[in-house]
């Protein structure tokens, strides 16, 4: 895999001291920031240990302030401290990439400001918005669960067909002739993409203009909403193993139509002659799912079942009380529980409940006893409303 380009790291540095007071930080704390943030985005080469004990994407980073001082971007006001130049300020607010706010750190779910349909003229602008937060790779976030995915024409099997998305995992081709030359793997964002789909998390999708219009000459990037990944699986091509998504867009999210498309520049997001519905959808946190399947290692609470599939041990968390109106649970450990898909639908279907005492029912009769852990916060009131949702009186 090929290391991070000086440019990009140039970019991120800027952005980096630009969020600093005087545009100035040691180097050491430079690179702290720049690991905290990029990290998931590094890939094996980067992570690979030089020959002086640094990683080798942190030794390019250090060299690339070398070649910013070369050309009057960067100085040394004391030893071990980077400061930006008035060059070097100027080209973090007049280029592509201004200064990320919090805001716009990796994150699930939407983007403030951005509605499906926006256009953006390179994926640098996109990234600065926060739509897509790697300017390299296609599938962008932690293996636990990724932001978001850029289409660029890539790989053959993808397909833009409006509301669905044949989408290829990452890996297995040459860089420059595109053609494949091993297997994928499900791993690193391959995995994610199916934590996604296990979790119903949904994610961001950009796409080159070229890859929905079919004129390649079409560069601009368009962000297209929301989608779902609805299933994945293996597929074959040129000899090859390949993972191959399915992605359907989320109700109310994609953009209207795919043309006309509107700049930016012009002020608007939208097509004209357009009627613009806004559908509010509850963005679960997935660290939430996450740390309660760790806990219980994805063993079910209820009948004691540890699924395997081929992407490893497979659990889901439940809900107790729903999520939204009218019941409006909440997204925490203390609403959930970890359940096969079994237990899931008959707990979610009110042929299961659990009583004050953690005696597991259904509809005939007592049949077991809740396991509850040390470190999970379960709170009873939830149980006592999924029992009331199931028609039970109360004892």
């Known amino acids: 895999m090929l290391r991070t380009q000086k440019d990009v790291h140039e970019h991120r540095i800027l952005r980096t001291l630009m ?54 971007l960067l100085e040394h006001p004391q030893r071990g ?27 699930y779910g939407e983007i403030p400001g951005y509605l499906a349909g926006a256009i953006f003229k390179d994926r ?32 053959a099997h993808d397909k833009f067909d409006g509301d669905l998305i044949t989408y290829t995992g990452a890996g297995g081709t040459d860089r420059n002739t595109k053609r494949h030359i091993s297997d994928q793997t499900l791993t690193k964002w391959n995995l994610g993409l199916v934590r ?10 950009l796409a080159r203009q070229s890859v929905i219009t079919g004129n390649a000459r079409d560069s601009n990037y368009v962000y297209l909403g929301l989608y779902d990944v609805i299933s994945w699986g293996w597929d074959e091509t040129e000899g090859f193993k390949i993972l191959v998504y399915q992605l ?32 509010h959808r509850i963005i679960r946190d997935p660290k939430v799912k996450l740390s309660l399947k760790k806990l219980y290692d994805d063993q079910c609470q209820i009948c004691e079942t540890r699924l395997f599939t081929a992407a490893g041990p497979y659990s889901e968390g439940a809900h107790i009380r729903p999520l939204g109106a009218p019941h409006h649970g909440p997204d925490s450990l203390a609403n959930m529980l970890c359940l096969c898909p079994n237990c899931h639908t008959m707990f979610d279907g009110r042929a ?41 009186p109360s004892s």
């Open 19 to 72: 969020t600093s007071p005087n545009a100035e930080m040691p180097a050491g704390d430079v690179i702290s920031v720049m690991r905290a943030e990029y990290l998931d985005q590094f890939n094996e080469t980067d992570l690979e240990v030089h020959a002086n004990g640094r990683e080798k994407w942190e030794t390019r980073a250090r060299s690339t302030s070398g070649y910013m001082v070369n050309r009057g």
């Open 81 to 107: 401290v980077w400061k930006l130049t008035d060059a070097g300020k100027a080209a973090a607010l007049a280029g592509a990439l201004p200064p990320r706010t919090a805001d716009h750190g990796p994150r």
């Open 124 to 155: 640098q602008t996109a990234y600065a918005a926060g739509i897509h937060p790697t300017t390299q790779a296609g599938i962008a976030g932690p293996d636990t669960g990724v932001y978001s995915i850029c289409m660029s024409s890539g790989y």
């Open 196 to 205: 996604n789909h296990e979790n119903g998390q949904p994610i961001r999708v």
């Open 248 to 279: 359907q867009a989320v109700s109310g999210s994609r953009m209207p139509d795919p043309e006309p498309f509107i700049s930016l520049a012009a002020g608007s997001l939208i097509p004209p002659g357009r009627t613009v519905v806004t559908v």
């Open 352 to 392: 299961l409940w659990v009583d004050d005492q953690g005696a597991i029912h259904n509809t005939a009769g007592p049949c077991g006893t809740l396991r509850v852990k040390p470190g999970h916060s379960l709170d009873f009131s939830h149980l006592t409303y999924h029992r009331e949702l199931c028609g039970v």
